[in-house]
């Protein structure tokens, strides 16, 4: 089930979907997910939206990475996997998944993730 959901402030679509993402699936508020992947981005030499970043910190806070060998659009993966919270991504595109509800400021459910983190 898709629900359109953005925490960014200014309710900005484009370039913030890994910090919109995190802040929805751990419910932090999106300000402060910003400063945690700057910081982290800094500590390690790289940009926030790094794929190497943002793992490194959903590894900090308890995210398990997990490769996805089928090709199942985030739709898909949302009514499958209804026992927990999930960070998708697609390759240039990061959602949310919370209970079998994926959350995006737009309908991204044809997409197709390479992997996952899932709050362990």
Not at 54 to 83: A, M, P, Q, V, Y
Not at 93 to 110: C, N
Request: with cysteine.
């Amino acid at each position: 089930m898709f629900r359109e959901y953005n925490p960014n402030p200014r309710h900005k679509r484009v370039g913030d979907c890994v910090i919109r993402a995190i802040s929805t699936a751990t419910n932090v508020e999106w300000e402060q997910v910003y400063r945690d992947l700057a910081d982290k981005g800094l500590e390690m030499g790289d940009m926030p939206s790094s794929n190497a970043v943002w793992g490194c910190f959903l590894n900090d806070i308890g995210f398990k990475k997990h490769l996805i060998h089928d090709d199942i659009t985030i739709r898909e993966f949302s009514r499958k996997h209804k026992d927990g919270i999930y960070i998708l991504a697609t390759g240039n595109h990061v959602v949310a998944v919370i209970y079998g509800t994926y959350y995006d400021t737009w309908d991204s459910g044809d997409e197709i993730p390479i992997y996952y983190f899932k709050e362990e």
